[in-house]
């Protein structure tokens, strides 16, 4: 199993919820699997940077070594930002 861990700052818990509901995954609690990958947010929290209060998610995902690794570079362009 590869494992890969993600700290994500900027966007809600919700949004990932949606996203991996959309990729066809079955959610359990915080947790969401499909037969190529799964998905868990461990952590939520609100971080301070400054004077701003973004959202922060950690989401551990898990795929095994026979999956197309291209779930993961979607995964990352879906939530890509830039500052400015």
């Known amino acids: 199993m590869n494992k890969k861990i993600f700290q994500m700052r900027g966007t ?7 996203y991996f509901l959309e990729q066809g995954a079955v959610q359990e609690h915080n947790c969401f ?11 939520v929290q609100e971080v301070k940077l400054g004077s701003l209060r973004l959202p922060e998610v950690v989401i551990e995902m898990t795929w095994d070594e026979t999956a197309d690794e291209q779930f993961l570079v979607d995964f990352q362009m879906a939530f890509l930002t830039a500052g400015g």
């Open 12 to 18: 809600k818990k919700d949004n990932f919820v949606e």
């Open 33 to 43: 699997a499909t037969a190529r990958w799964t998905a868990q947010i461990i952590k």
